[in-house]
């Protein structure tokens, strides 16, 4: 018989989601995807979104999941999640010839962010007593007009995960102190009763005990490891 196909969501998010050369879906989170949900005995889509709609898209069941790099910090209540597969760090990057080189310097400075994102609420929210008061947070819905905005002199920083960073921008500094370091998840709806999220949540477990998840994201990330101490995201 035909398995059942889920629908994955995201958004286009090199390394983690994007598409190939041959038009094909690729990245961390799409051979992740393919990798887990098989071993579950599911055929998997990918379905390109809004990033400011996946709510609303897989409480509608749109898409089945949201899984595109995303944080669970801070929304664990918002969703049915997964554990998480692996740990991220949200940074500040500036131009390298910037003056910026804490934190603090941030202060009545413009700063990029992708709007819904975590750096958006750490910025705007400010509950964390390291992030200065900023002159202006330009929330964009397009990811890469940050690293345009940043390229060009427009902002004096932008806020998002390193891996995202590190893979648009070659002539950039990423400040030492990260704001968050958070684990990756898979969100279902919070009314989702298909027991998927804690399905996925023991492949994960097998898949980082047999190394398939180091194989996947050292395609893709140098240093793989870095990424798995998911512990550390738990504190």
């Not at 969703?79 to 390298?96: C, D």
């Amino acid at each position: 018989e035909t398995p059942i196909t889920i629908k994955v969501g995201s958004d286009n998010y090199p390394p983690f989601n994007y598409t190939d050369e041959n038009g094909n879906p690729a990245g961390v989170d799409v051979d992740l995807a393919k990798e887990s949900f098989g071993r579950l005995g599911y055929a998997v889509s990918f379905v390109g979104i809004d990033w400011e709609e996946k709510k609303k898209l897989v409480e509608h069941g749109d898409i089945d999941c949201i899984w595109g790099c995303f944080s669970i910090d801070g929304r664990e209540d918002e969703y049915n999640w997964t554990e998480p597969y692996m740990i991220s760090r949200q940074v500040v990057a500036v131009n390298r010839s910037s003056d910026i080189y804490r934190l603090s310097d941030l202060e009545g400075k413009t700063i990029a962010v992708q709007s819904t994102t975590k750096p958006e609420s750490i910025f705007l929210e400010r509950t964390d007593s390291r992030i200065p008061l900023v002159r202006e947070v330009y929330s964009l819905e397009d990811r890469e007009l940050l690293y345009t905005s940043l390229g060009k002199g427009y902002v004096d920083a932008i806020a998002a995960h390193e891996t995202a960073i590190r893979q648009y921008m070659k002539d950039y500094r990423i400040l030492d102190e990260s704001i968050l370091t958070t684990g990756i998840g898979v969100a279902f709806a919070k009314n989702d009763t298909r027991g998927l999220s804690e399905q996925l949540s023991r492949v994960f477990e097998e898949m980082r005990a047999d190394g398939t998840t180091r194989t996947i994201i050292g395609k893709y990330l140098s240093d793989p490891d870095k990424y798995l101490e998911v512990d550390c995201a738990a504190d």
